[in-house]
T-cell receptor
Framework: EDQVTQSPEALRLQEGESSSLNCSYT??????LFWYRQDPGKGPEFLFT???AGEEKEKERLKATLTKKESFLHITAPKPEDSATYLC???????????FGKGITLSVRP | GAGVSQTPSNKVTEKGKYVELRCDPI?????LYWYRQSLGQGPEFLIY????????DSGLPNDRFFAVRPEGSVSTLKIQRTERGDSAVYLC??????????FGPGTRLLVL
């Protein structure tokens, strides 16, 4: 069974204080690892897809990396508008469904 | 362009009642997914359609849950004899085959 574990559950940062969010996964035949952002009361918003170990993708203050066991979402010099829940999900084997972690709630104080 | 839309945005019902939740996918997306998200949890897969047929319904929790997509576009998730434990946000996503899933805003279901 595919498993995704995200840590920490919650993270509070000061504006400008860089940090990383972790996503550990156990799957049989990874096809893709996905990062989504979710604001309160809204649906998940797509950020990145990573397909193979060593791959990196960047968007503004966010950078996602992938190894064979985990993915990191690095946030550089965060701003209050980066406050949200960040969800990690995997797609594996012949399945089209996504298996999600519980999410990491990020709060950035001005 | 227009994203995934879901109606209603909120639904309050009484235990034992029947509810229908609607999803309108992005135009041209043949794959459609339903997920359920409980408070403090990540979305949990329910069912996946490719075109009109359910390609994977392994996530439906029991036979009170049913979904249809008769013309390969709009989908309806149907819940019979609702229970308080069914209260959650029901999310719909759509994609081109094998590509990124894009989510709608969700329907917040509360069963009293």
């Amino acid at each position: 069974e595919d498993q995704v574990t995200q840590s920490p559950e919650a993270l509070r940062l000061q504006e400008g204080e860089s940090s990383s969010l972790n996503c550990s996964y156990t799957v049989s035949g990874l096809r893709g690892l996905f990062w989504y952002r979710q604001d309160p009361g809204k649906g998940p918003e797509f950020l990145f897809t990573l397909y193979s170990a060593g791959e990196e993708k960047e968007k503004e203050r966010l950078k996602a990396t992938l190894t064979k066991k985990e993915s990191f979402l690095h946030i550089t010099a965060p701003k209050p508008e980066d406050s949200a829940t960040y969800l990690c999900a995997v797609q594996a084997g012949a399945n089209s469904k996504l298996t999600f972690g519980k999410g990491i709630t990020l709060s950035v104080r001005p | 362009g227009a994203g995934v839309s879901q109606t209603p945005s909120n639904k309050v019902t009484e235990k034992g009642k029947y509810v229908e939740l609607r999803c309108d996918p992005i135009s041209g997306h043949t794959a459609l997914y339903w997920y359920r998200q409980s408070l403090g949890q990540g979305p949990e897969f329910l069912i996946y359609f490719q075109g009109t047929g359910a390609a994977d319904d392994s996530g439906l929790p029991n036979d009170r849950f049913f979904a249809v997509r008769p013309e390969g576009s709009v989908s309806t998730l149907k819940i019979q004899r609702t229970e308080r434990g069914d209260s959650a946000v029901y999310l719909c996503a759509s994609s081109r085959p094998g590509e990124t899933q894009y989510f709608g805003p969700g329907t917040r279901l509360l069963v009293l």
